[in-house]
């Protein structure tokens, strides 16, 4: 079996070629336009978007065995993921946020940790289709921070179990299978959880807790 190190090495190349085809491509278009009216054009460019959207994941299994802890403002950091919510959310989605009142600031590397709140927030809009609200909540509970996403949408079936943070495993059209992998993956790079509750057509939400301090 490929070690670690050679795996990134082949994934980099694979990475370097799926780049070069996509820029080449958009040069053709560029140079002659009609191409976009040809049979199966905008499938392979839709193609190439899937491939180049799942290699940026599997970059970020490397990335969160390299973390960047800084002690964090809880409230500032929150009010970014919210932000990043409204900026998400189409015109008919709504973002609530409550958040328990001087908590105390916890040690994670930000970049990543949003990244992980991004996809979340993306599966709870996705699962909600036209419209709804998501819910963020925020508080401590034994020593750790708990932060809660929950949405309004068609809901996971809960005999998935912890499937769902499997690799290449989804349940959305077109999806890559590696978002919740890579969410689980930075969260317990925190040697914090992840878990979820769901009902069938009635929402899901997900929960992450946190040690506030990284021993």
């Not at 994934?11 to 080449?24: A, D, G, Q, V």
């Not at 940790?113 to 996705?126: D, G, P, R």
């Not at 699962?127 to 508080?139: N, P, R, S």
């Not at 750790?144 to 989804?170: E, W, Y």
């Amino acid at each position: 079996m490929l070690n670690n190190e050679y795996f990134f090495l082949i994934f980099h190349e694979i990475k370097n070629s799926i780049t070069l085809i996509n820029s080449s491509l958009q040069l053709v278009a560029k140079k002659h336009p009609e191409v976009n009216n040809y049979d199966y054009w905008a499938e392979t460019m839709s193609e190439i978007d899937v491939l180049k959207n799942m290699t940026t994941q599997l970059s970020l299994f490397r990335l969160s065995g390299q973390l960047n802890f800084k002690k964090i403002n809880v409230q500032n950091f929150v009010q970014e993921i919210e932000n990043t919510a409204h900026m998400l959310s189409q015109s008919d989605f709504r973002c609530q946020l409550s958040m328990e009142d001087n908590i105390p600031a916890v040690d994670l590397d930000p970049q990543l940790m949003k990244h992980a709140l991004t996809n979340l927030l993306k599966n709870a809009y996705e699962a909600m289709e036209e419209d709804g609200i998501v819910h963020i909540e925020v508080f401590t509970e034994n020593d750790c921070l708990i932060m809660n996403i929950s949405d309004s949408g068609r809901g996971l079936d809960p005999a998935l179990g912890n499937t769902v943070f499997k690799p290449f495993i989804t349940t959305k059209d077109g999806g890559s299978g590696l978002g919740l992998s890579i969410t689980k993956q930075i969260v317990e790079s925190h040697h914090g959880t992840i878990t979820f509750d769901s009902q069938i057509g009635k929402g899901c939400t997900f929960s992450i807790s946190l040690p506030f301090k990284q021993s």
